[in-house]
T-cell receptor, first 112, second 117 residues
Framework: NAGVTQTPKFRVLKTGQSMTLLCAQDMNHEYMYWYRQDPGMGLRLIHYSVGEGTTAKGEVPDGYNVSRLKKQNFLLGLESAAPSQTSVYFC???????????FGPGTRLTVT | AQTVTQSQPEMSVQEAETVTLSCTYDTSENNYYLFWYKQPPSRQMILVIRQEAYKQQNATENRFSVNFQKAAKSFSLKISDSQLGDTAMYFCAFMKPLNSGYSTLTFGKGTMLLVSP
């Protein structure tokens, strides 16, 4: 049972490049989330999903897109990376009726 | 919208001592959940303790306990017998009830706790 995993762990992009971050969970959780963490800002919700095929915007969704084609995977896409998207990205998941969100190890993204 | 405020960016404590981290929040909800998460240097987010707003009794998990003051919208974390492994960033977080249609977390900006020998 790997829990929540994120791929890749580190990435450096140039401005304007695109990439996709993959979050996978093997706990059969309904809810999945993407957060970004910036110094002095805590974690802020980007997008989330309450089930396969559904997505919703969080607090800071601009510049990001997401997809949940399979229950166990939640993808976060950056179509045209900007330096302002330099951050640590966390994925989390939880059971629909549960309280606790289980977090992945994070992805450190640098956009130059 | 909910807001969570942690007014102490950094705190320090010596090993074996007790420290209290502060958190206040703003909401119009009557039922909700509050959490403290720990983020050590490894970056992994770890749930420390949870409090349901409808429960008057303060939650306790071993050396960790909370002081939940619903009327004052205050939710502080007390760490007793501090250990070096408690050195971490601590985040206070708020969650609406599950029957509200969604259940997302709103985090405070965090308090960096340093435990020294």
């Amino acid at each position: 049972n790997a829990g929540v995993t994120q791929t890749p762990k580190f990435r450096v992009l140039k401005t304007g490049q695109s990439m996709t971050l993959l979050c996978a969970q093997d706990m059969n959780h309904e809810y999945m989330y993407w957060y970004r963490q910036d110094p002095g800002m805590g974690l802020r919700l980007i997008h989330y999903s309450v089930g396969e095929g559904t997505t919703a915007k969080g607090e800071v969704p601009d510049g990001y897109n997401v997809s949940r084609l399979k229950k166990q995977n939640f993808l976060l896409g950056l179509e045209s990376a900007a330096p302002s998207q330099t951050s640590v990205y966390f994925c989390a998941s939880k059971v629909g009726a549960g309280y606790e969100q289980y977090f992945g190890p994070g992805t450190r993204l640098t956009v130059t | 919208a909910q807001t969570v405020t942690q007014s102490q960016p950094e705190m320090s404590v010596q090993e074996a001592e007790t420290v209290t981290l502060s958190c206040t929040y703003d909401t119009s909800e009557n039922n909700y959940y509050l959490f403290w998460y720990k983020q050590p240097p490894s970056r992994q987010m770890i749930l420390v303790i949870r409090q349901e707003a409808y429960k008057q009794q303060n939650a306790t998990e071993n050396r960790f306990s909370v002081n939940f003051q619903k009327a004052a919208k205050s939710f502080s974390l007390k760490i007793s017998d501090s250990q070096l492994g408690d050195t971490a960033m601590y985040f206070c977080a708020f969650m609406k009830p599950l029957n509200s249609g969604y259940s997302t977390l709103t985090f405070g900006k965090g308090t960096m706790l340093l435990v020294s020998p």
